[in-house]
């Protein structure tokens, strides 16, 4: 079985056209995560006649990455042998790269990521992106995985992972991305990029500098928290004297053990 997860809060905009990019490739089941929605998002998704689509709903937000946990617990229920996990606002003309991340699961991969930054993209990358794209570099280079991977994390772009990693990996973790690429390499699982997708082609829209600040600093403290699950050291997301938190207190681990809890 094949499952995708889709973290959906106020994309009535977009939505509509990344289901129909789902619905368009050989998936079983489509999980959307409605949380925290003010806008048409669940409408929207309760019109697409499709019995593939099953949507959780929360009325409130779940923060960044939870609703990820959320739907790979539910697709680990379900048995899905690959997982997707694709933003409900990446519109872009995306499919065959989807179908590559799947492919490379079915061959033997754990967790298949994508690239974002192709060739050449590093040099005119703003210096805000260049402070992310460092910290995920450092991490991949911890973690023995930066010639293999690059700067390519589970924090961007859309990508898969296999049953093995659902099982190996904590559920709690994948809601802390690059958490759960360092214990995938902990745990000596597979990790490859599988396709590539430039930054601008996702179909993610533009929003203003003080979210994309808030987002890279997320970004940045959960990869050096990451750097301290793989060494077994005290979890912290110190860089220098700074504490990296970004849109890390909103991430509600309350609702999320709830939902994770034995029933």
């Known amino acids: 079985m094949i499952a995708a997860v889709i973290p959906v809060k106020d994309e009535e905009r977009r939505l509509k056209k990344t289901i129909g990019t789902l619905l368009s490739i050989p998936l079983d089941i489509i999980i959307p995560v409605v949380n925290g929605s003010s806008d048409g998002s669940y409408s929207i998704i309760n019109r697409v006649h499709s019995k593939r689509i099953q949507p959780l709903y929360f009325i409130e937000s779940l923060g960044i990455d939870i609703p990820r946990a959320v739907g790979a617990k ?40 994508t690239n974002c930054y192709p060739k050449g993209y590093f040099a005119r990358v703003p210096k805000l992106a260049a402070a992310v794209l460092d910290a995920r570099c450092r991490l991949n280079r911890e973690i023995s995985l930066e010639k293999r991977i690059g700067a390519a994390s589970p924090s961007h772009g859309p990508h898969a992972v296999s049953r093995r990693f659902l099982l190996s990996i904590p559920l709690r973790e994948i809601a802390i991305p690059p958490v759960s690429l360092a214990l995938a390499a902990k ?64 991430r509600r681990w309350d609702l999320l053990d709830e939902f994770l809890a034995p029933s």
Not at 195 to 214: M, N, V, Y
Not at 219 to 233: K, S
């Open 187 to 250: 745990e000596a699982l597979q990790v490859c990029v599988g396709t590539e997708i430039a930054h601008d082609k996702l179909g993610s829209p533009w929003k203003d500098s003080a979210h994309a600040d808030l987002i890279a600093e997320t970004i940045i403290g959960d990869c050096i928290e990451a750097e301290h699950v793989y060494r077994g050291t005290k979890r912290e997301r110190l860089l220098d004297t700074v504490e990296c938190l970004g849109y890390h207190p909103k």
């Open 74 to 113: 539910v697709a680990l229920d379900l048995g899905a042998t690959v997982t997707l996990f694709l933003d409900g606002d990446m519109d872009g003309n995306i499919a065959n790269n989807l179908i590559d991340l799947i492919s490379a699961v079915f061959k033997g991969v754990d967790m298949v990521l």
